[in-house]
């Protein structure tokens, strides 16, 4: 079967530096996502990687190894603002969005 | 400004109704999905459609179906709601159906069923 693992929750500090990760195994890839969720809100994009290496947006970056099946997203100077659910998705061989569960991500002053 | 609408942010509907959610895109995009959101189970995909008139079955299409008359509109039917079916619902669109870009997605729907 298929399958996407993120951590169910984390906990970090305003100002700090934080990785969730995500871990896959799927019927074939065609890319990974990154989408953040404000309680209550819809799913926004952050990031999409196919190949391998770090893609750098801003104070959000996000990380793939296909050998590993695996991936993270790096949030820095972490702010308030951020406290969300992060979510990881595989577009799988049949270009369908495989998703994890959801990281919720509690941002501490 | 992209859009995705959702025609309810919230509804309570008793057991055995006949539910309908709405959904609008005015992003002119081929493909369209319904999910719901539960949570701890993460997105999981009911319907979805790459064209006016199409559909196909995602993971938990029991107990739905879904009306694609028109390219802005999706349409996910209950047909006889269940308390089971008490979930968030997500309405998303894209761009074609192989093109690797991300969702757009609707403000969802709280469903209560009682």
């Known amino acids: 079967g298929q399958n996407i693992d993120q951590p169910t929750e984390m906990t970090a500090t305003e100002g700090a530096i934080v990785q969730i990760n995500c871990t896959y195994q799927t019927s074939g890839f065609n890319g990974l996502f990154w989408y953040q969720q404000h309680a209550g809100e819809a799913p926004t994009f952050l990031s999409y990687?196919?190949l391998d290496g770090l893609e750098e947006k801003g104070r959000f970056s996000s990380f793939l190894s296909r050998s590993k099946g695996y991936s993270y997203l790096l949030l820095k100077e972490l702010q308030m603002k951020d406290s969300a659910s992060y979510l990881c998705?595989?577009?799988?061989?049949?270009?369908?969005?495989?998703w994890g569960a959801g990281t919720k991500l509690i941002i501490k002053p | 400004d992209v859009k995705v609408t959702q025609s309810s942010r919230y509804l309570v509907k008793r057991t055995g109704e006949k539910v309908f959610l709405e959904c609008v895109q005015d992003?002119?995009?081929?493909?369209m999905f319904w999910y719901r959101q539960d949570p701890g189970l993460g997105l999981r995909l009911i319907y979805f459609s790459y064209d006016v008139k199409m559909k196909e079955k995602g993971d938990i299409p029991e107990g739905y179906s879904v009306s694609r008359e028109k390219k802005e509109r999706f349409s996910l039917i209950l047909e006889s709601a269940s308390t089971n079916q008490t979930s968030m619902y997500l309405c998303a669109s894209s761009p074609l159906r192989d093109v690797n870009t991300e969702a757009f997605f609707g403000q969802g729907t709280r469903l209560t069923v009682v």
């Open positions: 990687n196919v």
């Open positions: 998705a595989v577009l799988d061989s049949n270009y369908q969005l495989i």
């Open positions: 992003m002119d995009h081929e493909n």
